[in-house]
């Protein structure tokens, strides 16, 4: 008997149209670790950096060049995770994060640090951390069979909110125990370089017993085959669009438009708010596990679905708009996250349906731009609004266009 540790092989094309095997457990548990650690720099790089130099200006810079790095990098990294494969660019990608941290860690430890590492964090983190989505999109194609991507993204993503719910107090506390907040931070950002490094571990135990043609065409030549791919392909151009015009309706209006309704409409405090984020991201989840429940069994009638989430969707921002108690607002914004939550799922997974394997991860990659990538200009885009017109208006407006845009999607054949 061989002695070395047993491998688990990627499914049969027979297996994969019958069920989630362990290869796809095992992928899960390394995205669950993945996204649980990426959380804790979300929290403590803002807290070094106004820890260190107290100013706002310098905070906003840093964020907003990594959010342009992580944009960036989603774009590009398709045609990279296309030409080798998505575990080795999620193997390659968290390595380097884990050694960055590392180093990072020295940096503080040795009290090194000044506004030029400050701008190198947000530049490396995400570069390193924008490869991480559309690899975890495409490798996630290569386990799931067709008829079980709604219930495997849903898992997978549902992961992602708890992270996004237990991820902030852990960070929180590791923070706080020392008198020394720099200190925290460099507990915080040791802990997040460990936990990456963990969730490499369960990778090495998949392997692909056909492994993936590596394309011998020139990248730029991929990049261009790959957006003709999705030009001319009607339910991924369509779908892409309709995704992109949603997400800027929706994600920043949710993230910037809250707390401004909290504390100006409702004259509540800071509790206030984690309650509706709370209900949010819980009903999110809902939303996504009841998306894995019906949408496989309703395939022809797919895009009915898609459009009477987003009517529904459409009618409880408007609802939303007109709140005067936080129960109120929980309630709606509870509706908002089931029917988003519903509308994310079966988008993605129409689109994964539909895409050729050979095209996964340029595809991916124009999907987890359009839903991560775009969400920095959709925020920006709703405060501006909120400072020119009142916060209620603009929800509003935004239900008033999402029931115009599921209007003008039902009449397209």
Known sequence: MNERVAEIELPSEKEKQTKLNTQFYVFLASSFIYFFAAYFSVIAFPWLVLSAYGKAQYLGLALAIQASCRAVIMLLSGTVI???????????????LGIFLGLYCFILWINQLSLWYVWLFAIVHGLLDGINHPAVRTFLTRLAPS????????????????????????????????????????????????????????????????????????????????VRYVLRKRVLRDNLLFIVVVGLFVEGPIVVSL???????????????????????????????????????????????????????????????????????????????????CLFISLQSLIQRNTLSRFGGRVMALLSFTTVGLAPLSMAAAGYAADIFLVNNVILFIGGILILIAIFKSTIK
């Open 82 to 96: 296309d030409k080798f494969n998505p575990k080795t660019m999620l193997i390659v990608s968290r390595a380097l």
């Open 147 to 226: 008829e079980k991507l709604e219930l495997a993204n849903s898992m997978l993503f549902s992961g992602q909110m708890l992270s996004q719910v237990i991820a902030p107090l852990v960070v929180a506390t590791f923070i706080s125990i020392p008198e020394n907040e720099i200190e925290g931070v460099i507990n915080a950002f040791g802990l997040e370089g460990i936990l990456l490094v963990t969730s490499l571990l369960p990778l090495f135990f998949l392997r692909q017993k056909i492994q993936q043609e590596k394309s011998e065409e020139p990248m730029f030549s991929m990049l261009k085959s790959g």
């Open 259 to 341: 707390p401004l309704l909290v504390k100006t409409t409702l004259n509540e405090s800071v509790k206030g708010l984690g309650i509706l984020f709370s209900a949010h991201g819980i009903s999110m989840i809902v939303g996504m596990a009841l998306a894995s429940a019906f949408a496989p069994k309703i395939k022809r009638q797919i895009n009915a679905l898609i459009v009477t989430s987003c009517v529904v969707l459409g009618i409880c921002l408007i609802a939303l708009s007109q709140v005067t108690t936080i129960a109120y607002a929980a309630i709606c914004l509870a509706f908002v996250g089931i029917f988003a939550g």
